[in-house]
């Protein structure tokens, strides 16, 4: 891959970064005062926000090109680095329409949606006019392994027939969340990963019940939040099924590659911005008689962070470079590493940062505890480490068994 940025991308960047520095960045602490106060309503000037975005262009920026009409035209590559700017304010990616669990939803209507949910679901989606969760996690059982999931949906004559409980269901607290995109077991008895099927809940559909909103770190992540929700004998017509049953599996790996570089991308925009404020604070601050940024310790945490912010980026551009190449199976180990070591690099960088703003790091007057609070979250999000290491070791040790020499050839 080329590590400049094209033309176009670079274009991109700037007129996002213009739009960033005029209408994002002045009301950032306005909307960190008002969701504190008003839990659960949609920030009054979150409307004016999107139009204005809109109209200068940046619209669904996040969709591949491979989606027609559907997509703005932007590689996953070309959208990398704009995904890495809208995470240096943790709610901005909505302005832009380019919100998680929302993109991920409306990638899976696009590609494997028909004509008839496009038009109910996607459309509105596109458009901004409503929002969206996607539910596989549940309490009652390891959800790390998605095989785990007992979540029932069974066909009776027409209808399918939903039961089970569900929880971190991101979104699914926001006033304008109009449906589900909801996993579980149509066929216990099918081999272990063709039970699953994904099907459409409408989310004022009788017998959907919103137990709870889900603290994280002690907030409510408001306006999307992140909801308990239980499912009992919730009927959908058969129409609602997404792709056919057994196809969940199917659907969550073409969800999630992309997916995934967008989360990865937003903790490099949250990392860097955090290197950034600490660049500032030890430049203003003194101690012991001279500046903190005379500290030969203090230049050492900023030179790492600033290493490790660059490979993670560099990392996560070539996993996007390698899905608009070679698809999401060919990109497979390389997102698996990203999903790694993004989260863990974030949090660190992240904790240097609180640690050189002293006692202001932790409070409400900057982002940096939020920022801390959503990098250790995704870490546990669309799998936690673990998982993904589990999986990555087991290709590598596969892959080099195959193509490396033995260690002892006499043996």
Request: proline share 6%; hydrophobic share 40%.
């Amino acid at each position: 891959m080329h590590f400049a940025h094209s033309d176009k991308t670079l274009d991109n960047i700037r007129h996002l970064e213009a739009f960033l520095a005029e209408h994002v960045y002045p009301v950032e602490a306005a909307y960190r005062e008002w969701t504190e106060q008003h839990p659960w309503q949609v920030f009054p000037r979150m409307a004016e926000l999107k139009e204005r975005a809109r109209a200068a262009g940046l619209w669904n920026l996040f969709l591949p090109e491979e989606y027609g009409d559907f997509s703005p035209g932007l590689t996953n590559l070309e959208y990398a680095p704009l995904a890495e700017m809208m995470g240096r304010v943790l709610w901005a990616s909505e302005v832009f329409n380019c919100s998680a669990p929302d993109t991920g939803n409306m990638e899976v209507l696009a590609k494997y949606g028909t004509p008839e949910q496009q038009q109910r679901w996607l459309l509105p989606l596109l458009d901004g006019r409503i929002r969206s969760a996607f539910l596989m996690t549940e309490p009652a059982v390891a959800s790390s392994d998605a095989t785990n999931i007992q979540t029932r949906i069974e066909r009776q004559g027409d209808e399918y027939v939903i039961n089970g409980r569900k929880w971190w269901s991101t979104g699914a607290m926001h006033p304008d969340c109009a449906f589900y995109i909801v996993m579980g077991k149509t066929d216990p008895e099918a081999p272990r990963h063709r039970q699953q099927s994904m099907i459409l809940v409408p989310a004022d559909a009788e017998g959907v019940k919103v137990e709870r909103p889900l603290t994280a770190f002690g907030t409510y992540d408001s306006p999307h939040g992140h909801a308990e929700i239980s499912l009992t004998d919730v009927r959908v017509p058969v129409s609602n099924l997404l792709l056919g049953e057994g196809k969940g599996f199917e659907i969550a790996q073409g969800r999630l590659g992309p997916g995934r570089v967008h989360h990865c991308m937003r903790l490099i925009g949250v990392a860097q911005r955090a290197l950034e404020m600490s660049c500032a604070r030890v430049g203003e601050r003194e101690a012991f008689g001279r500046p903190l940024a005379k500290f030969s310790s203090v230049r050492q945490e900023i030179a790492r962070s600033r290493c490790e912010i660059e490979q993670a980026r560099l990392l996560t551009l070539s996993a996007a470079d390698h899905i608009d190449r070679l698809g999401i199976k060919g990109a497979k180990d390389l997102v698996a590493m990203i999903k790694i070591v993004c989260p863990r690099m974030a949090c660190t960088v992240i904790d240097r940062a609180i640690q050189l703003h002293g006692g202001l790091g932790v409070s409400n007057d900057i982002p940096l505890a939020d920022f801390y609070a959503y990098a250790r979250s995704i870490r546990l999000a669309d799998g936690p480490d673990e998982v993904h290491m589990f999986q990555l070791g087991r290709n590598t040790i596969a892959q080099y068994q195959v193509t490396s020499p033995p260690t002892n050839p006499e043996a």
